[in-house]
Structures are given as C-alpha cells and as structure tokens.
C-alpha cells in the first residue's frame, strides 16, 4: 500500500527466548519423552493457571522468589501473579481437591513458570519445568521411585553420563543433635548447600556467623560434609557421627533402604550416591534430598532436584500431606544439550516430501499424498508447482529423507521415483496397491 | 506444630481452573493427537514467550482485544502483555526470522493465551489455543490443505460429526463490486458476520447505518448470504451474482479448486460445505475462510476458525508473507466433549497396579516392576504396604484394568495372580521370564 507506517520493531523481551523449529522440534520430542516416563509409572497429569492470587505465591518461595515475582493488578482490581515455580500451585491444588484426589496422588505437571532473574547463559525469564511428586505417603517406596523416575528420564533423554547425588536430611539432623546444634539447622542448611560455590572456609565463616557454631562445631560439620567413598563405605562413618540420635539413627536406615531399592532396580552406583554434602537449602525438605549433574556439564548445576517433605500444603490446610517428589529443569536441560551438540538438527517433522512439478495433477497427488497419512506415514506436499531442484533443495534444507517423486510420466506409468536425499540414491516404486507402496517407504526409511 | 496460623484460602482465580487428573488425561491426549495430525502434514512446532512488549500485542486484534489483554509495568519499567492469540505472535516471529525460516513454512503452536473477558459457561480466562499456518505461499495447494488438516484433525479427536464451513472473501468483494458498496466492505463484513445471531433485519439495519447501503443493496447482499444446497448449486447461482468482476470471478474459481481437492483427498460433502454467510468479521482475510461445527453442539459456536491473508506481517517488515491457516479452540472443544460426555473418566495413565503386600519383599517388587517397564508396559507400584483389600479399591477407583497380585505363597512359587478389575476375573502366570510375562499381561489388556 502507498501509506506511509512506522513499523514496530519484532523482538522478544529482555530473557525471553523464542524457539526455532530446530529447537522446538527436540524440546517437543523431550517433553513427549518426559511424560511417557511418568505414565510409565502411573503418574497423572494436572495443570492449573498461569496466574494465581498473589498472596498463594508470595512468601512461599523466599524473599529473592518474592522480588523476581511477575507481579501486578488485573483489570477487576485483584492483586495477581505469574506462577515462579509448580510447587507452590500443587500445594494449593491438593489443599483445594484433597477429597477428590485421594492419597497416594502422584502427579506430573509440565508448564512454563516465570521468573524476573538476571538472565545468564542459559538461563531464562521463562522456562518450562517438570514436575513431579508423590503426596500422602511417608512410605520409602515413593523416594525410591522418585530416584528411578529421575534415573529413567535421563536415560530416555539421552543426555549422557549422569549422576544423582542423594542424601538424606535427618543424617545431617542426627549430626547437629549430637553437636548441640539442632536450634539452628535452618542456618547450617543454607550455609552448607553453598559449600560447592565458595568452598569450606567461607562456609566454616558463615557457620560461625549466622548459626554461631564454634570452630570445633565447625570442623565436625564440614569432615561430616567432606565424607567420600562408596555408599557402604560413607554409610560405614556415617553410623559412629550419629549414634544415639533417633532421627539421625533413621536417616541412616533410610539411605540403607533407599540403596538397596535403587540397586534391586538395577540402578548403578556410579549413577546414584550418597552424597552427604548436598543439603538443598529450602527449609521444608525433611528426608531424602536429591541433585542430578551431567557428568559432561556439572557446572550449570543441578538438572532434577526434589527432596522428602513433611507438609506440603500446611499454609493452606491443616490436613497433614507429606510427600516426595523433584523436579526436571527441562529448559536447563535443553541449552546444556544444545550446548553440548546433543540435539538433532532436523528441520522438519516429515520424513517424505512429495514435490508437485505436474501442475495438473494436484488432485492425484492430494489423493495419494492422503492416502499415505492414512498409512500412518508423515507426508509433507509441497505447495508450489514449482521446478523439481527447487523442490528438492527445500528438502535438504529442511532435512526430509525421501522424495517421492512422481511427474507426468510417472503419474501415467504408476511407477514413482524414490530419492534418498542423504545419499542421492534412488529407486522406483508402484503407486498402487498403496499398502505396498507405503510398505516399500517404510522399508527404505529403515 | 502449635503455632496458630491464619490459613490462606486455597482458590483460583475468576476465569480461571484448575484441571483434574480426570481432565488433565484427556487434554493432554488431545494435544498428543493434535501433534501427530500436524506433523503428519510437515508441520514443524515453534513456541515463543507468554509475554511479549505491549506495542507488540495492541492494536491487532481490535479493541476489544486491547481491553480484554493482561498489561502491566515489569519490575524493569517495561509495558509487557500476555499474548491473547497466537497469531500475532506468529507475525512477530516470522517478521523477525524470515531469512532463517525460510517459504513455504509451516508451523503450528499449542500453547495458553489469556483473555481478561468476562467467563461464561465453558469460556475461561486462560485456554489452549492449537494453530497452524502455512507462511509464504499463495497457492490453493495450502488452503486445501487447511481444510484437510482440519478434517483430520477432527476425525483423530473423535468429536462425532462436524461440518466445516468453507467460504472466499474474493466472491463478497467480488458481489460488492458489482453492487457499488466495494469502499464499505469492512463495514458490511462486520454486519454479515453477525447474520447466525442477530438474524437478517438487524443485519439489514446495520447495514444500512454503517455501510450506508441502500434497501435495495441490502436485499441483494443478503439474498447472497442465503444462498443454499450443494457446493455445485451454490457456485451455479454465484456465478451470475459476480459476473464481470474480476476478483469475484477468482474467487470463484477458488471455490472450485478447493472443493475439488477435498473431493480427491475423500472428504464427503457432508463435512465440508460452501457456506456463502461465512464472512469471518476480521479484517485481514483475503480468500478461502473457515467455520467449523460441531452437528451435535453448534450453539458454542466455531471450534475451528482461519482463513487466507495476503499480508501476516506487515506491521513488523516490509517483506509480503501471505499465507493461509486456523486455530482449533482446544479447550472449547475440550469443554464441549466434557458436557456430551465423550470424555473418558479414567484418573491413571497406567493400566496395571502391583499391590504391595508382602512386606519384606520390596526390593523384589522393584526388581519386577522395573522389567515390566523396561518391557514397556506402564506399572503403577503401590507404596505402602497395606492390605490387598484397601489397594484393590485404590485401583478400582483410579481405573487401573488389571491387579498383579503377588504375596509371599506367589513369591515363592513365582507365579503372580492377575486379577481383571472390570470383572473380577483371575488368572496365574509365571513371573519368569520376563518377557513372558510381558506378553501374558498384554494378552489380558487386549
């Protein structure tokens, strides 16, 4: 048109990302895979909004969750704000349809949450988590389970070389009692859970800062942390550090059994081990802890990370749901494979491309094109009759695998011609029966 | 713990739901179908952020839009909005990528948007939206297709009959032409656009009101969009109606390509039907435009809605990007088979439940389980070692099909009880080998 208009410049907000058909193609394909692991184990999906009340977020999370909080008021004058992660609106859900749900309720939920961080490398204002939790059981069975579905889903995923590190919070709890330093495991937690990034001195500093442990309380903590070895053998010096604690006492029955159920699975020990250094700073983790590092990648930190909890919904209920469970951080996940050259770089979802170069047939190749889904095969048609190099260049840059090609001559012979675009290769085919056709496809894609 | 503590009231928000297992499974299903039908077509996924700059998102969608979207200030000073459709955020994308994305691109997108509009029955805030678009291309070869997809689409979601209403934009501007009311087509677009709900009078009022058409115009427009009876009798009477006008003509023509093609590709009269009262009120339509209905449900209105553009992107590039596309309204089609009932009611993604029962074998029970999965058969394991009775009802409630009933006697004769839950039938098998094992239990499920 002649009229003059400014044009809005296109573009994503700052820690926003927009997926590309080579990205969203194996995203998809993970979260598809995801949630085949989860059934697998009868889990059930759920879903719930994007936007909560504010005051069912806030306070839930922490002070930093609170400040990166998507918050502001709707048109009807409610104070509103985007979900920050899923756990928090599974707390609300099994309070709200407890009757409903019944117990156990294993339940996946994979959404995108939002969070108004810093971006780094990496990192997004948006990301999809998953989720997933057992609630209303306090049986080991469930923690075990939570480790071989984290376990499944990497191994399904194809990520690599993995480890999940366990531990169990009442081993450490044990140590504190026999240490005099119950009253302040809160302190101790949150300092312990940075002994990764700023190493032992600084957190021996902080113990004696903001848990006013001694040095001696201190170096007791920090041997305790440094514990290394096989899970027997941590397990072997676990036992004197917590004698006589009845909760650290179970903490160390319960890792037993957690590594027994995860061996009887077939569960490797260099894929899980104890790990008495993680802690998992939230407060509300009371039994088994866990953190999962590629092997290749430990520096982007933990990608599935969940824990034991005693009360999940006790801010909105006074019905008592303990529960386990962790979480996938999929988009995490995702530029650590991209990063790593781990994804495909397909282009398309459609195996086969059928050119259209006989301007007049566009119905018969509609009808055989058709015919073909019906067989179950993925058939992309190109829409333009257009000269067959161009048709065929479209392919290779989308990543096709065959070209089903079928011009004047072969329509009148009903003979197609089948180009292998990797190698160039090609054969023929009758188009008709188009079972046999279909069959012949398949045999050449393999 | 004795702290007194104010409970927050666990709620949603207005508009707003939460999405039970019994839900959440068939939802979830429908987009897993609606995945295979895109992709069976070439269709590649793309996702882009929630959130987009609020000149991004106002002005496209009318002002009904603007009023209806969620706008706020982000803790940077920024005006953000959450997208309110998918479409826009496609213009945005294809503007900002079109050297990388290159034509034809087909892409389709399933994710939320939200409305602030007030909800009514079976319309919420927040709902799944399922487009698909062919960019770059202005061949018929694409406006078929869309039919097709929707076609399938429909058929794969077992919806139960459906009529897809097809019409051109070209055949109105073509009438309006020939009748002298070309300059005022937006206006009389908007009138006829409301011809099922306010009935023809009103129609006629308006008309004259806001397109300043005479009775006489009225009369001929409106005997236009009355027109009835098969595709080919439709076309027969429309022919003389846009004689001698250029664009009427092509439009025309059109019809006859597009019909055509779903004839070759086998899609019955009977579900795509000309339907010259379609107009689709927006304004960016050029050509073939789409309604679909369901036989049983017609009142909810369209549950599949598109058409062809001349232009998607012209607010963000200079670069022409025509193409043609729809949305399928997932969750209103999801409200709509809820209240036919057409849903399934089962609350478990697995269809076998191992109880737990004999108390010291665990780790066997784990040990079994973990082959059964890897033999790719979903298991639900029951965590607590309770007895049988309790954990039968527990599967009976959730809609697991069968029980594999193994207690210390079935341990250690290894064979496992298989107990049908529908009928209460029981059976034995062996628990070894595996494999075996696999298949007996696939025998039983059908």
Excluded at 125 to 132: G, K, L, M, N, Y
Excluded at 144 to 152: F, M, N, R, S, Y
Aim: negative net charge; proline residues 4%; glycine residues 10%.
């Amino acid at each position: 048109m002649s009229e003059k208009r400014q044009l809005i410049q296109p573009r994503t907000l700052k820690g926003f990302r927009d997926y590309l058909p080579t990205a969203a193609i194996p995203r998809e394909a993970m979260m598809e895979t995801a949630r085949g692991v989860f059934q697998s184990y009868g889990f059930v999906p759920i879903d719930t909004p994007a936007l909560e009340y504010e005051e069912i977020l806030t306070g839930k999370g922490g002070e930093e969750s609170d400040k990166q909080m998507f918050r502001f008021e709707d048109a009807g004058g409610r104070k509103v704000a985007m979900r920050f992660d899923l756990t928090v609106p599974l707390a609300r859900y099994v309070a709200q349809y407890a009757g409903e749900l019944g117990t156990p309720f294993k339940r996946y939920h994979i959404a995108p949450v939002w969070r108004g961080e810093n971006p780094q490398r990496g990192r997004y204002r948006e990301f999809v988590q998953c989720d997933f939790d057992t609630v209303g059981t306090t049986s080991m069975t469930a923690d075990i389970e939570t480790a071989l579905v984290i376990h499944d889903l990497l191994v399904a995923l194809d990520v690599g070389e993995f480890t999940i590190h366990l531990n169990n919070r009442k081993v450490l709890s044990g140590l504190l009692e026999r240490l005099g330093l119950s009253e302040r495991s809160a302190e101790v937690l949150r300092a312990l859970d940075k002994l990764a990034k700023i190493g032992p001195e600084k957190v021996s500093a902080e113990l004696q800062k903001t848990a006013g442990a001694s040095p001696d309380q201190c170096a007791k903590v920090l041997a305790f942390a440094a514990l290394e070895g096989d899970t027997e053998a941590v397990i072997a010096q676990l036992e004197p550090l917590v004698a006589g604690s009845e909760i650290g006492e179970r903490g160390v029955a319960e890792l037993r059994e957690l590594f027994g159920g995860l061996a009887a699975a077939g569960v490797t020990e260099g894929r899980a081990r104890l790990d008495v250094s993680i802690a998992r700073g939230l407060d509300y983790y009371t039994g088994t802890v866990y953190e999962t590092f590629l092997d290749a990648l430990p520096e982007i930190g933990s990608i599935s990370s969940g824990g034991r909890y005693d009360e999940l919904a006790n801010l909105y209920t006074k019905q008592e749901l303990p529960g386990v469970g962790a979480s996938l951080g999929l988009d995490r996940l995702f530029g650590a494979l991209e990063h790593l050259g781990k994804l495909p770089t397909r282009n398309t979802t459609a195996r086969i491309l059928v050119p259209f170069f006989a301007e007049d047939r566009r119905d018969d190749y509609l009808r055989l094109v058709t015919a073909l889904r019906r067989e179950g095969l993925a058939v992309e048609f190109y829409p333009d009759p257009k000269k067959l190099g161009a048709q065929l260049k479209y392919a290779d840059k989308r990543g096709h695998e065959l070209a089903l090609i079928l011009g004047e001559d072969e329509w009148r012979s009903g003979t197609a011609q089948v180009k292998q675009l990797a190698t160039g290769e090609t054969s023929t085919l009758p188009i008709e029966p188009i079972g046999a056709l279909a069959d012949g496809l398949r045999g050449i894609l393999g």
